[in-house]
């Protein structure tokens, strides 16, 4: 069965960083995109950044790039976030989600880990 864990939130405070980890499991996730999204309290899911496990190449929000960056371990079956120079408005449940390449729906969501900036 498919299954998408994540780990690594916690309480930081602001400039700090953090690395989110993404365990996926239950298939082989060649020709697969893993991304990442983000949903604060009182707030729409918003996408955060994505990453080929075919190539590595990676996409990111504005309101990230440069701050945060997604990698891959194709041996782990790990999808990384690391997150640097962290903000309050990064407050935010962190979800890591997977879609088939050719589908522009992401099909798989894990539960999510939570992530708190303080001022």
């Known amino acids: 069965q498919v299954q998408l864990v994540e780990s690594g939130g916690g309480s930081v405070q602001a400039g700090g960083s953090l690395k989110l980890s993404c365990e996926a499991s239950?298939?082989?996730?060649?020709?697969?995109?893993l991304g990442w999204f983000r949903q604060a309290p009182g707030k729409e899911r918003e996408f955060v950044a994505t990453?080929?496990?075919?190539?590595?190449?990676?996409i990111y929000s504005d309101s990230v790039k440069g701050r945060f960056t997604v990698s891959r371990d194709n041996i782990k079956n790990t999808v990384y976030l690391q997150m640097t120079t962290l903000k309050p408005d990064d407050t935010a449940v962190y979800y890591c989600a997977a879609r088939p390449e050719r589908l522009p729906q992401y099909k798989y969501w894990g539960r999510g880990t939570q992530v708190t900036v303080s001022s």
């Open positions: 239950g298939r082989a996730w060649d020709r697969y995109y």
């Open positions: 990453i080929s496990w075919t190539d590595g190449n990676s």
